[in-house]
């Protein structure tokens, strides 16, 4: 695991990799929606077919600095937290990340969905790079787990419950290429809940993609939440949101009630941060 601040594709776009990243206050978001939405389809019973389109390694060892520290690190001491999604999340993250006073390394989606669903679920996983692959294949025990490109095979997909995208961002064409893939996806698996996470530096491509989704009529919500305002630029993230297609019950309302939680603790400025949901 890098303790790099940030990395940057070859067109200077930033580079949201996994293993670059993990435990950051993106992390942190991402995956207090992502718990939610495994729970409460779960309690509604009736199977889980769990697909996940950039899983990653599964797992990354944190070293004593990092981004890390702006996320899962704020969290981790704190004890007062109210029963909730972020409380949830955090027990799961101790109980998966060993750590006394900081955790030594932080769960990944495939390994938190793991724990949440049980050893009995299927998970298919894919991931692009094959360092990648063999460290996820190691950290995540019986997963169908595929060396490809996830997006491009999301289009193959005929059976799922939950699934979830996280690409790594390195791209201008990926704000097109995938919503494309979201909206088919969308189509194609109806009674399926999606998941997007997606970085914040502006609203300008967010927005521009919302945009999509709406105007070809896929119904959905954003959750997304700003730690470092927008009018400071910076190498590391401003924020991030999760667009969510078809959520479980009582999901939005747990991430809207999650949000002033992570925003007041890992705002990096003292009471600026600010959240914004909107559904279509």
């Excluded at 940030?6 to 929606?33: E, I, L």
């Excluded at 992502?34 to 996940?52: D, N, P, Q, S």
């Excluded at 959905?220 to 730690?227: K, R």
């Excluded at 309302?253 to 009471?271: F, K």
Aim: hydrophobic share 45%.
């Amino acid at each position: 695991m890098s303790s790099a601040s940030s990395r940057y594709a070859p067109d200077g776009a930033p580079d949201y990799s996994h293993r670059f990243h993990a435990g950051n206050v993106g992390d942190v978001w991402k995956h207090c929606a992502l718990v939610e939405v495994l729970r409460r389809t779960a309690e509604a019973g009736g199977g889980v077919r769990y697909v996940e389109t950039h899983a990653g390694e599964g797992r990354y060892a944190l070293g004593p600095t990092g981004e890390w520290t702006e996320g899962i690190g704020r969290l981790w001491s704190a004890r007062d937290l109210v029963d909730g999604a972020v409380a949830r999340y955090l027990a799961l993250c101790r109980r998966l990340a060993p750590g006394a006073e900081r955790p030594t390394s932080y769960p990944g989606s495939p390994v938190l969905a793991r724990a949440v669903l049980g050893d009995g679920i299927a998970l298919a996983l894919w991931e692009r790079d094959a360092a990648a692959c063999e460290q996820l294949r190691r950290n995540v025990a019986a997963a169908r787990i595929t060396c490809d490109d996830g997006l491009a095979a999301l289009a193959t997909v005929t059976d799922a419950t939950i699934v979830l995208v996280d690409p790594p961002w390195t791209q201008k064409a990926d704000w097109i290429a995938v919503p494309d893939a979201m909206v088919a996806a969308a189509r194609a698996l109806p009674g399926a809940c999606l998941v997007l996470w997606y970085p914040v530096k502006s609203l300008t491509r967010p927005n521009a993609m919302l945009a999509r989704f709406e105007a070809e009529g896929v119904q959905g919500t954003i959750a997304e939440l700003i730690t470092t305002s927008l009018k400071h630029q910076r190498h590391r993230l401003n924020g991030s949101g999760v667009l969510l297609v078809r959520p479980p019950a009582g999901t939005l309302e747990a991430l809207a009630a999650a949000a002033p939680v992570v925003g007041r603790v890992c705002a990096t400025r003292q009471g600026a941060w600010s959240f914004r949901m909107h559904a279509w």
